[in-house]
């Protein structure tokens, strides 16, 4: 899932949360439609600011293990999780963050 998701931001076919949701989509067959509804969530303009990428992974794993994601997430990136935050810290790329998103989103969707 983390290569098809940078391979489509690398690409600019869309922001990193449409890069996060066609992923999921191609590799799950599930999730028509994910990628327009996240359109408007790059660039810091997903809810509270948080990371697009991380805010498309949070929105395929359920429960408890959102939570658990959420705080890997923000071990890799400095501890932030609001795009903003990300970005001025210069710890994670967005195609970092991307990767990142992805990668936990195939770790509890399905390991």
């Not at 690398?10 to 439609?33: D, F, I, M, P, Y």
């Not at 932030?80 to 963050?97: D, F, Q, T, W």
């Amino acid at each position: 899932m983390k290569n098809i998701a940078i391979e489509y931001y690398n690409s600019r076919q869309g922001n990193c949360a449409q890069a996060v949701a066609e992923a999921w989509h191609l590799k799950t067959g599930l999730g028509e439609g994910l990628k327009e509804q996240f359109m408007c969530c790059g660039g810091g303009r997903a809810p509270d600011g948080l990371c697009g990428a991380l805010h498309a992974a949070l929105h395929v794993i359920d429960g408890a293990d959102s939570e658990n994601a959420r705080s890997e997430f923000a071990a890799r990136s400095g501890g932030h999780v609001k795009c903003r935050e990300i970005r001025n810290a210069a710890m994670l790329s967005c195609a970092g963050c991307v990767e990142t998103a992805a990668e936990l989103a195939d770790k509890y969707c399905f390991d």
